[in-house]
C-alpha cells in the first residue's frame, strides 16, 4: 500500500467521524459516489470523489495544510504573539508558514530564529494596522 493512498483513506475516516456518518450512511455514501461497499476497494479517482464529496458536506480537511501550533510556541513569547497575530486575522499557522517560506526561505515558522520571528511579528503587526485602517473592514 503506497502512502499516499493509506493517507487518503485516513482523511476519508476521520471525515466519516467528523461529519458523524453512521455505517449503513457511510457506506451508502460510498456507493453513490464511488460504486464500493467499503474504502479499501476504492481506487485512486474513487478516493479523490469521496474527499471532493465529503468535503462539499462540510468536512474540514486540515489535512497538511492546516497546521496546528508550533510545537515550541509555549516556550517562546514571540510565536505567542505570532499566533494572536495570526488568530486577530483569522488566519492559520499555516499562512506563517508559508510567510515564512517568503521571507526567509525556511519551511516552517517554528524553525526560525529569533531574529526572523521578531520580523515576522512586525509583518503580521503591519498587516494589522492596514486592514484595520481599510474602510469597510471591521476588526475587532
Not at 46 to 66: E, K, N, P
Request: net charge positive; hydrophobic share 40%; with cysteine.
Amino acid at each position: 500500500m503506497s502512502a499516499i493512498r493509506n493517507a487518503q483513506l485516513a482523511r476519508i475516516h476521520i471525515a466519516k467521524t467528523q461529519l458523524g456518518l453512521d455505517d449503513e450512511t457511510y457506506r451508502a455514501m460510498l456507493f453513490s459516489v464511488a460504486r464500493v461497499t467499503s474504502a479499501k476497494d476504492l481506487d485512486d479517482a474513487g478516493r479523490r470523489a469521496v474527499l471532493d464529496h465529503l468535503r462539499a458536506r462540510g468536512f474540514q480537511d486540515r489535512g497538511a495544510r492546516g497546521r496546528a501550533r508550533p510545537h515550541n510556541a509555549q516556550g517562546s513569547p514571540l510565536l505567542q504573539k505570532i499566533g494572536a497575530l495570526l488568530t486577530d486575522a483569522g488566519r492559520g499557522w499555516e499562512y506563517a508558514d508559508a510567510l515564512a517560506q517568503r521571507m526567509f526561505h525556511v519551511d516552517r515558522v517554528a524553525f526560525c530564529d529569533y531574529d526572523q520571528q521578531r520580523k515576522l511579528v512586525a509583518a503580521l503587526s503591519i498587516d494589522q494596522r492596514r486592514r484595520r485602517r481599510e474602510p469597510g473592514v471591521q476588526v475587532q
